[in-house]
């Protein structure tokens, strides 16, 4: 670490940080700093980016925007339980392999022909060319088209908390090193380094060695005023007064114990609703036939409704 | 700069945040890469690589700010009031100044030997003195952050080696040679100006012990609770005090949550009669299209499904609080648990700890309602058979908690038998040591046989030893 490299990097960092948050502005992604430091980061350092946080406040749109900015493809892979690395990496095209295999039955003859005894047969058949494991018979799945990719790409391996241990486990070489190892070829290097997201729900926690090789980026819910220009490049139909009131509102309702709290994504779809019922205002009674929008489980919805009122009050006050 | 970097990195190991060689790596990059002009900057990229769960975040953004708080350039009241609009300017550009401060220092320390350490006496002395005159308080807070890297403060331990401390770092920045400049200006009967320095070294004293015992909290943070957590784990459960109690529900918990990231790991096994084709014919292309090697499909088993049985009477009173709360912890992370409790009676508790939320609430009023009795295990099994005889598979594990103290009635070894059958693993925890064990009325002998294993477990470390050898072979 030369001081000289400390100084020309401390230069452009915060600049470039900025300029990020622009071009994510300019294309309908509304940011904080500590969102666009992390993608200043994972492509600097050329590390993945593991993001956590609640459902919808914008995990994978994060890794969608960085796609666009930087006019790269978006390759993603969603996770499952039994995710295996077939579904994942690679395939044989096997159908293939058969039909090969039966062409070089019928080659055999001409290729053995006039070879004397079974050693010289079999130097032969080495010096042939050995293509049945050949990447012409690879499939590439999301991660090795990623590696692939000339140019590069933007690799989004979406909820990695769903998949099992061992495919956690199965990522590490591709994190680390961007290569991965088939075992019929070797290793497969990256063509140009992807930039790699993972998103995860914490529905398990990940392991030690995974967290260890990503950046960490938690994204909690947006504050009141961050929400309320997410709104506005989102649902620009919104007007101002219901914009600030129904984020209000939501904002009032996440201070609430609830079983799914209302994210980003809901907040605009109720937007999108009010707009489309020409609301200008928020009222109670349009609160309740619409609250259904924003909370995902009766339960939370019964709990909400006794608060309506007091709610939107303090939304109008706040709006 | 890697020196301060790695104050920093000890200081979050402190306060829980693990960072591994790795890592620290990486925030060298980032720093050199973001820079310190821009504290908020800086803060969210160190952020980013060093800690990486939500409480590691928490812990992160209160060790930064502390760590890089130089609060006494803002609570200080500017001395001199011929310089009170500098130090105006620099209080503005605190959180800038501050970060700037450590850089400043790091590249000091790059370039070879920084001017006030191994300089002549002269140059310190005037140099602190001129600072104290001055007010400079950001440089006066350089030379502090200099001083005490070279008495070594990271190394303070103990909060009665902060006087040491504070001594050591005041002469390391000049204390003679402030006091000789205090002689010479009485000696020339500048008495104003004796006072003035007097007063000044006053300030300077208490600056600095501000700052050892920040660095102090900093750095031990945590060294005297993993101390006392190490102790209590390995103490015989009867002998914990009350008081230890809050801090033992911590460490059950953390034990439990620590077991189960470690073996939540599902297994699989064959399911035999399904072909998978697809894979069969990949598998078979090296020998022309021919199966001869079948794949078949396989289905995930599920976590271990574990029945947990826990005496509650007086026998053991001493213990089972400890059992319950663990028994409760389990339940809070194995989605699969049936606990039930019994001294005479035997009922289950399995709704009744997942509704109620306070953990202290759900072990007394388990105790309440079946504690207190007077132990027989003949008529907890026989409810027990009645209860859950029929959830019992082979994939369930049974764990007793308990001492065998039957109050020489029938302990029932047959229906612990039947259980044996049925279920994967029994397994016996006695809080007594084996050599009480079939001594008065205690059943051992004839439960035991029932058992896949019977086992003392007396203190935590006992416990967690059982509970990870559980997992590891449930399945």
Redesign the interface.
Known sequence: MSEEKGVSGVRGAVPEIEAIQKGFEGRGYICNAHIATSIFLAERLQKPLLIEGPPGVGKTELAKATAELLGKPLIRLQCYEGLDEAKALYEWKYGKQLLYTQVLKEKLGDLMSGAQGLKESISRLHDFDDTFFSEEFLEPRPLLKALWQPGGAVLLIDEIDKSDDEFEAFLLELLSDYQISVPELGTIKARTVPVVFLTSNNTREIGDALKRRCLHLYIPFPDSDLEQRIIKSRVPEVEEALRRQLVAFVQGIRELDLKKQPAVSETIDWARTLVLLHARELDAELVRQTLNVLLKFQDDIDNVEGEVNALTTKALQAG | ??EVLGDFIRALRAADV?V?T??AI?A???????????R??LR??LS??L????DE?QSFGETFDRFFAFDQLKHRPAANDAEAEAEDDAAEDDEGESGEANQKEG?GE?DGPPSGGSGGSDGERYDLVAMLERGDQAQLQMALAEAARQVRLNEIRLFTQRGMYSRRIMEAMGLYALEDEVMDRERAGNEAGADALRGKREELRLQVRDYVEKQLELFTANAGRQMREEVLAQMRLSNIDYSDMKFMRELVRKMAKRLI?LH???RKVDRRGVLDMR?T??AN??F??LFFHTIWKTK?VDRPKVMAICDVSGSVAQVSGFLLMFLYSLQEVIPRVRSFAFSAELGETTDFFKREKNIEEAIRETLQRHGGGSTDYGFALADFERLAMDDIDHRTTVIILGDARSNYSNPRGDILKKVHARARRVIWLNPEPKGLWNSGDSEMKRLAPYCDKAITCASLKDLERVVSELLRHAS
């Open positions: 700069m890697t693990r591994s790795s890592e990486d060298g990059q980032v720093v050199s890469m973001v820079g310190l002009d821009d908020q900057t969210d990229a980013q690589v800690a990486k769960s939500e975040k590249e790059g990231a939540s790991r599902r894979r014919i990949r292309v090296e022309d299209g995930k």
